[in-house]
């Protein structure tokens, strides 16, 4: 059962934007739109950012947004904030016997 | 206030069993399916199991198939993880997690830590 593949790092500026990848294949974000992302600040649990690619749940700030292409989803933090740092997860509904995919995880480091 | 309260993480030697317990409150846990997800001490989230509003539906990750049972009691509105034939490998925090929306897991607990060692 593999991980969605996101890359292991990315950073930026404040008042940037950054986007992190999340590849998987048509069993899972290729066929559904079942993607959600996941803020984890450090030592704490995580936190629902986005459900469905592109749904925010209230009390989310809309300098976060989803997206998918493909096989391939993204989350794009708008107007980077010191308090963004942390480690940010996809995940997807599988069609395959693994059921439900994390990904492989990203740390945002804000510069 | 949706509310999510693992119990039970223990320091366990290999090959012993353990049973996790998730108290939830604020939502009619009966409507929602649950899951447990892991985390190894410094790695990523990983899915460990999914169980269906009556329990009558049960999904898992390969690596604890045969040997971790999840259920729930929804007279007492908690969830459980009961694992067996424990390795090193299953050292992690163990989160609760109600499933949403469209699977997305929209509340989580804090966790409770599992270190299986000699």
């Known amino acids: 059962q593999s991980a969605l593949t996101q890359p292991p790092s990315v950073s930026g500026s404040p008042g940037q934007s950054v986007t992190i990848s999340c590849t998987g294949t048509?069993?899972?974000?290729?066929?559904?739109?079942?993607v959600s992302w996941y803020q984890q600040p450090p030592g704490t649990a995580p936190k629902l950012l986005i459900y469905?690619?592109?749904n925010r749940p209230s009390g989310v700030p809309d300098r976060f947004s989803g997206s998918k292409s493909g096989n391939t989803a993204s989350l794009t933090i708008s107007g980077l904030q010191a308090e963004d740092e942390a480690d940010y997860y996809c995940?997807?509904?599988?069609?395959?016997?693994?059921?439900?995919?994390f990904g492989t995880g990203t740390k945002v480091t804000v510069l | 206030e949706v509310q999510l309260v693992e119990s039970g993480g223990a320091l366990v030697q290999p090959g012993g069993s353990l049973r996790l317990s998730c108290a939830a409150s604020?939502?009619?846990?009966?409507?929602?399916?649950m899951r447990w997800v892991r985390q190894a001490p410094g790695k990523g989230l990983e899915w460990v199991a999914n169980?269906?509003?009556?329990?009558?539906?049960?999904y898992y990750v390969d690596s604890v198939k045969g040997r971790c049972t999840i259920s729930r009691d929804n007279a007492k509105n908690s969830l459980y993880l009961q694992m067996n034939s424990l390795t090193v490998e299953d050292t992690a925090v163990y989160y609760c997690?109600?499933?949403?929306?469209?699977?997305?897991?929209?509340?989580w607990g804090q966790g409770t830590l599992v270190t299986v060692s000699s």
């Open positions: 997690a109600r499933e949403g929306y469209s699977y997305a897991s929209d509340y």
């Open positions: 604020g939502f009619t846990f009966s409507s929602y399916w």
């Open positions: 169980i269906k509003q009556d329990g009558s539906e049960k």
């Open positions: 048509s069993s899972d974000v290729g066929s559904y739109n079942r």
């Open positions: 469905e690619v592109t």
């Open positions: 995940s997807s509904y599988s069609s395959s016997s693994t059921h439900y995919v």
